[in-house]
């Protein structure tokens, strides 16, 4: 017999976008590193203290990170102030870390322009200060990344982003 959080996390799956299995692999990679520094170090810290051990922990588990991804944008033909991506594993899936008592639509939002700009196509905002970080996973799809661009067909209309794990 199946224990409820057992159900919901079928449910759970049962909604988010499929995505290639070696996708899913370093999204579950990124959030088992933020389980075991979330452990190690607890609650109350600073959100920089959290993105230089998640990053480390990751580097520890054999994947590729780069720290703060410069992102250029242009405007009619003007180049706008560049932003950064807190951390990008295996060129892939874009990381930002919170230390916040809640996360609400303006951080996805941001978020979901970052990856957009930086044609990456995963996107998992990851808040250090929550009860329980599995429970506190944001992930987000960008539907146009040239990655992604052979999965939207598979896609429902709506399912271009999406919240939890």
Request: aromatic letters at 4%; hydrophobic letters at 50%.
């Amino acid at each position: 017999m199946q224990t409820s959080v057992e159900r919901h996390a079928q449910w759970l799956a049962a909604m988010r976008p499929a995505v290639p299995e070696a996708w899913q692999r370093v999204i579950d990679a990124v959030v088992r590193s933020a389980e075991e520094v979330r452990r190690a170090l607890g609650a109350g810290l600073d959100r920089a203290v959290y993105a230089a051990a998640l990053e480390h922990e990751l580097r520890l588990r054999g994947l590729a990170v780069e720290r703060d991804r410069p992102v250029r944008l242009r405007y009619k033909g003007l180049d706008l102030p560049e932003q950064r991506l807190e951390l990008v594993v295996n060129g892939l899936v874009a990381v930002e870390v919170r230390a916040a008592a809640e996360i609400n639509e303006v951080h996805a939002e941001h978020l979901d322009g970052l990856i957009r700009a930086a044609d990456l196509p995963l996107a998992l905002l990851v808040n250090f200060d929550g009860a329980l970080i599995r429970n506190s996973v944001y992930r987000r799809f960008n539907r146009v990344a040239t990655a992604a661009l052979p999965l939207v067909g598979a896609l429902p209309a709506d399912e271009g982003e999406d919240e939890g794990l």
